[in-house]
Structure formats: structure tokens, C-alpha cells
């Protein structure tokens, strides 16, 4: 099945720096891409999700790029604010077994004032 | 919208007892899914759903059952409590498959003692 590797697992940064997730995934096959932030004592929620057909996808300060051939993707969070600060997951699944995602361990950000 | 709501918050089990954790969504999604988030480990799916009467092992199954009598509901049950199944479980749900992004619930928070 499909692995997806997450990091780093913790990361600090000072606000208004930039941050930067990395994941790695397992399966060429793997065409959709989501990152879920989970803030404490809550359920994850979608903040971007890229597909394969597309390079980098932007929403305001958050960007998300993919390179299939090396099968990574990242994260980028730029101007962080102190709402920033959660767990952020990657995953990755497979549209012929398009119910199943796969999802990293999680990063925890933290935006120090 | 409530959106998906689960229940209990919290439960503490002795081992060997059972118990069913309840999730209820008011979204008409199709698609169910429940989840299992343990420290350092990411969301790991322990059982999904495509529609009412039928449903689908995940990666990590064992020692859970559950049922989708309705498009609303969709509960997992945990027969034989054991200390391996203390973790944070999630249920979601997606319109369907795909692209689809999963709507989570809150959370409940099991212990086995």
C-alpha cells in the first residue's frame, strides 16, 4: 500500500517567517494530494489539496507544490500568524481506490509571537 | 449544519468490555469513514463506507466491527476492549470518493485500562 513519509515532525518558527513541510509518498500511482490542520482538540480540516495534472496550487498564504518524478510534495506557509500554530498532515490516495487515504505522521508548527 | 458529531468525548474502558462509538453526520454524504490517531502515527482507517449497507475493512481492522444501516449514521463498535485500542478515533464523511474532501468530527478520546 501507499507510505507517506512526513517532515520535520516538529518545526518553530518566528511569526511572520515562513514554513515548510515536506512529504515524500510511495505509489506513482497516487494522483490526489490534501493537507489537513488539525488544531487541539479538534478533528482535522481541509486547507488545500493538490492534484497531479497541477504543478503548485496557492489560497492566500498557503501554497502547496508537487514533483511527481521525485514524489514529493510540500507545504509552504509564508507571513505565519500565531492561528497557524496546529499539526498539519499530508496524504496521499489513489483515484482507482479513491476512498482510502494515506496520511502522514503530522507536523507540529508552532508560531512564536 | 452540525456537520459530523460524534459521542461519547471521552470514554475510559476496563479490558474486556464493550462498547459503541457513535457517529452521525447531517451533510447526505455517501461516504463514511472512521479513523484511529495515535500519538507520533498520523490517522490511520480502520473501517469506511460507501453507502447505507456497505462497508469496507481499512488498514487496521482487528477487534472492530461496524454497521451503515442509514446514510446518517455510521458506528463502530469495539467487541473486546484491549490497552492496544486506547487512541483518539475520528469518523468523517465525503460526498463521495475521489477528490471529495472528508469532513471529521470532533473526536473521541478511548482508554483501556
Known amino acids: 500500500g501507499e507510505n507517506v513519509e512526513q517532515h520535520p515532525s516538529t518545526l518553530s518558527v518566528q511569526e511572520g517567517d515562513s514554513a515548510v513541510i515536506k512529504c515524500t509518498y510511495s505509489d506513482s500511482a497516487s494522483n490526489y494530494f490534501p493537507w489537513y490542520k488539525q488544531e487541539l482538540g479538534k478533528g482535522p480540516q481541509l486547507i488545500i489539496d493538490?492534484?497531479?495534472?497541477?504543478g503548485e496550487k496557492k489560497d492566500q498564504r498557503i501554497a502547496v507544490t508537487l514533483n511527481k518524478t521525485a514524489k514529493h510534495f510540500s507545504l509552504h506557509i509564508t507571513e505565519t500568524q500565531p492561528e497557524d500554530s496546529a499539526v498539519y498532515f499530508c496524504?496521499?490516495?489513489?483515484?482507482?481506490?479513491?476512498?482510502?487515504?494515506?496520511f502522514g505522521a503530522g507536523t507540529t508548527v508552532t508560531v512564536r509571537a | 449544519n452540525a456537520g459530523v458529531t460524534q459521542t461519547p468525548k471521552f470514554r475510559i474502558l476496563k479490558i474486556g468490555q464493550s462498547m459503541t462509538l457513535q457517529c452521525t453526520q447531517d451533510?447526505?454524504?455517501?461516504?463514511m469513514y472512521w479513523y484511529r490517531q495515535d500519538p507520533g502515527m498520523g490517522l490511520k482507517l480502520i473501517y469506511y463506507?460507501?453507502?447505507?449497507?456497505?462497508?469496507d475493512k481499512g488498514e487496521v481492522p482487528n477487534g472492530y466491527n461496524v454497521s451503515r444501516s442509514t446514510t446518517e449514521d455510521f458506528p463502530l463498535r469495539l467487541e473486546l476492549a484491549a490497552p492496544s485500542q486506547t487512541s483518539v478515533y475520528f469518523c468523517?464523511?465525503?460526498?463521495?470518493?475521489?477528490?471529495?474532501?472528508?469532513?471529521f468530527g470532533p473526536g473521541t478520546r478511548l482508554t483501556v485500562l
Open positions: 493538490i492534484r497531479s495534472n497541477v
Open positions: 463506507s460507501v453507502g447505507a449497507g456497505i462497508t
Open positions: 496524504a496521499a490516495s489513489i483515484s482507482s481506490n479513491d476512498y482510502k487515504l494515506s
Open positions: 451533510m447526505n454524504h455517501n461516504y
Open positions: 468523517a464523511s465525503s460526498l463521495a470518493g475521489g477528490y471529495n474532501e472528508q469532513f
